[in-house]
């Protein structure tokens, strides 16, 4: 089997315009989440007025013909693109073996939203042509396709909140099968717009803690109430170690193996006892031909709801069993907030950078554990994976639909 | 209503809007394919936009026939009226 190394890291995110400023900022435990600047609490009747929102806005890093043209969620795809791309060294690859897999969870729901607002006041008239290749969920892969020349083939697997670890592992497919030699892969989400906010309070998933945005983020926490809404994206440079290697790049860690399940339980809770989410941890672990003692730290969804989080512990702890107890555990959603379809790519970069730098980032927010977690979780401050050997990690995604993916990645 | 040069320095904000080019290159004689480099669905969203611009009515099957600004310019004038 061809082994896959991740050469370059991108991101746009609420803790920053880039890797290295997210990354310290998710060191230093830092929230992004803030009370929004506009009156759509107000105006909309909004139980929610914050989220977690990008530092740089893509308008100040893009030209003003590329924010016209792009969905924001193409936008911020785009510019974690071209820094996962340079970071990757700007590979010499033949064009038919450079493929992209980039998911948004949503799509161009700005689009869409904003096509129908302009339909409704001025008529079918002034819908404008663009409309279409913005709203539609591939077009952040389609435009990384044309913008790096990607001809080995561009993917867009859409499953809600995992789609950004399917499609890494949908880029990891591509590089074991055959078909490309380097995928540009990674999620994007731009959903933080009145009417995704109100659907989603309107199933309770959603924290309220209007008066104290920067702890509303709280996974593991007795006292959590929600998710909370985030955006931007997060890109990883998929390459065989072969032409990495050929070209003396240099690599952060590899993906070893995945792991893909689906509940068939229900169109939004994740299954109760979460056999579906253990089994693709299972399977992840079988794939990349390790055991649970092998697993240095995890990289959890939790993304802060009542239900959720805890059935994700107790299916890492079931996975992992007493090793659990020297397992990292880290929830970053405490501090990014929720980046739906982006969370599980910017999910993966962290998990990256964690056994790259042989260290686990904290979770914040967390006053009062609930006392049912029985993993090892980061709070607060960073903690020092084993400084020597192998290491290896798991990043979890599960998506609305019943959706799981589980990616195993390890040290370079 | 909008005068010829009202017209041109209207559309050459558009279609430096959409393309990036300087608003000082969009000039009568350009053609929006071979010297502005505009492709079709460019050509729609300027004309959309053109539309609401100057409250015009530019139907689709006259688009083909606006080769350079020049004639887009003119056609704007002439709807006005």
Redesign the interface.
């Known amino acids: 089997m061809t082994d896959v190394v991740i050469t370059g890291l991108g991101a746009t995110t609420p803790l920053g315009g880039d890797v290295p400023t997210t990354w310290e900022n998710a060191l230093a435990g830092r929230s992004g989440v803030r009370t929004f600047d506009n009156d759509w609490a107000e105006k909309y009747d909004i139980p929610v007025n914050f989220a977690g929102q990008l530092v740089v806005q893509p308008s100040e890093v893009l ?3 590329e924010t ?1 043209r792009m969905d924001p969620s193409a936008q911020m795809a785009i510019v974690a693109a071209r820094e996962a791309w340079a970071d990757a060294g700007s590979p010499d690859v033949d064009s038919d073996r450079l493929g992209a897999a980039v998911s948004s969870g949503i799509g161009g729901v700005w689009t869409l939203l904003n096509g129908w607002d302009t339909m409704k006041e ?1 008529g079918a ?6 409309t279409v ?1 913005m709203l539609m969920p591939n077009s952040p892969v389609a435009y990384v396709s044309l913008e790096f020349g990607a001809r080995a083939g561009a993917h867009a697997p859409v499953s809600a909140c995992a789609s950004g670890a399917e499609a890494i592992a949908a880029g990891f497919e591509m590089i074991q099968s055959g078909r490309a030699d380097i995928v540009i892969a990674g999620g994007t989400e731009a959903a933080i717009h009145p009417l995704p906010i109100s659907a989603f309070a309107a199933m309770a998933a959603l924290s309220k803690r209007n008066d104290d945005p920067a702890s509303a983020s709280r996974p593991y926490d007795t006292s959590r109430d929600g998710f909370v809404l985030g955006e931007g994206s997060g890109i990883v440079v998929l390459e065989s170690a072969e032409h990495a290697a050929a070209r003396g790049a240099k690599v952060y860690g590899r993906l070893l193996g995945l792991g893909m399940t689906a509940d068939a339980n229900h169109i939004a809770a994740p299954e109760p006892n979460g056999a579906g989410q253990t089994r693709a941890m299972e399977l992840g672990l079988e794939r990349a031909g390790l055991t649970a003692a092998d697993i240095a730290h995890v990289n959890a969804h939790a993304t802060s709801t009542p239900v959720g989080d805890m059935i994700e512990a107790r299916g890492i702890r079931g996975v992992l069993g007493s090793h659990a107890d020297q397992v990292l555990l880290s929830a970053t959603k405490s501090m990014t907030g929720h980046l739906l379809g982006g969370a599980g790519a910017l999910e993966s970069v962290f998990t990256l950078l964690a056994l790259h730098n042989r260290v686990a980032p904290p979770t914040i927010n967390v006053t009062d554990p609930d006392p049912e977690l029985e993993v090892d979780l980061v709070r607060d401050t960073p903690r020092d994976l084993p400084a020597e050997g192998q290491l290896a990690a798991i990043n979890n995604s599960f998506g609305f639909g019943g959706h799981n993916v589980a990616l195993v990645f390890g040290t370079a | 209503m909008a005068d010829k040069n009202e017209i041109l320095a209207g559309l050459a904000e558009i279609v430096a ?4 080019l300087d608003a000082a290159e969009v000039t009568l004689e350009k053609s929006f394919t071979d010297d502005l480099d505009i492709d079709s ?1 460019s050509m ?2 300027i004309v ?2 053109a ?2 611009k100057f409250d015009v ?1 530019i139907p689709d099957e006259e688009v083909k026939n606006l080769t350079t600004v020049g004639d887009a310019v003119s056609f704007i004038e002439g709807a006005q009226n």
Do not use: N, Y
């Open positions: 030209t003003r013909p016209k001025k008239k002034r819908v404008l042509p663009m290749p | 809007e959409e393309t990036g669905l729609m969203t959309t936009l539309e609401e009515r």
